[in-house]
């Protein structure tokens, strides 16, 4: 696994993937300032700056506002029921959002919102896989990067004049 960690307008960033795609994103959420999953998971992963600098331009263009969609491979692990979900997630346009409820409904009765929203909360590729889109119906939702985060990607979706989030 490649991997390239990076500031950003919301703090570090780690983006790592192999010649499949992307397969993680990890935010820096626990203060330190280290968006690392952990030595033990990244044991034997090769730092890549070069090789991932298209992805992590991407990623600070979208946070700038100056991109709407991503251009690069993603390929996130999970069970087929998590890839449903977050392939459904990739289908909420720029600026709107879905309740879990809502997302469930559209994947057909069989998925319950338990199975919807066990699936956001796995999602390796946030930003990437819009999970950020999907809200409580009445509530924000939780986020991997905190619900500040979440409310602002939200807010600079929907802010046409600005579409940029600000560092903190």
Not at 54 to 61: I, K, T, Y
Not at 89 to 114: D, H, N, S
Request: glycine share 10%.
């Amino acid at each position: 696994m490649r991997f390239t960690t990076f500031e950003s307008p919301v703090g570090m960033l780690t983006l790592a993937g192999d010649e499949a795609g992307l397969r993680h994103l990890y935010f820096a959420v626990d203060g330190s300032g280290d968006a690392s999953p952990g030595d033990a998971v990244t044991a034997g992963w090769q730092r890549d700056d070069e090789g991932l600098s298209q992805a992590r331009d991407e990623v600070l263009a979208y946070l700038a506002g100056r991109r709407r969609s991503f251009n690069m491979d993603i390929a996130p692990e999970g069970s087929q029921a998590q890839r449903e979900v977050w392939a459904a997630l990739m289908r909420i346009p720029y600026g709107t959002t879905r309740t879990y409820g809502e997302l469930a409904q559209r994947l057909g009765e069989e998925r319950a919102v338990i199975t919807v929203s066990s699936a956001i909360a796995a999602n390796p590729l946030p930003i990437l896989v819009p999970c950020h889109r999907v809200v409580a119906a009445n509530r924000l939702g939780s986020y991997p990067g905190g619900e500040a985060l979440k409310r602002q990607l939200l807010a600079m979706e929907a802010d046409e004049s600005t579409g940029v989030i600000s560092a903190s």
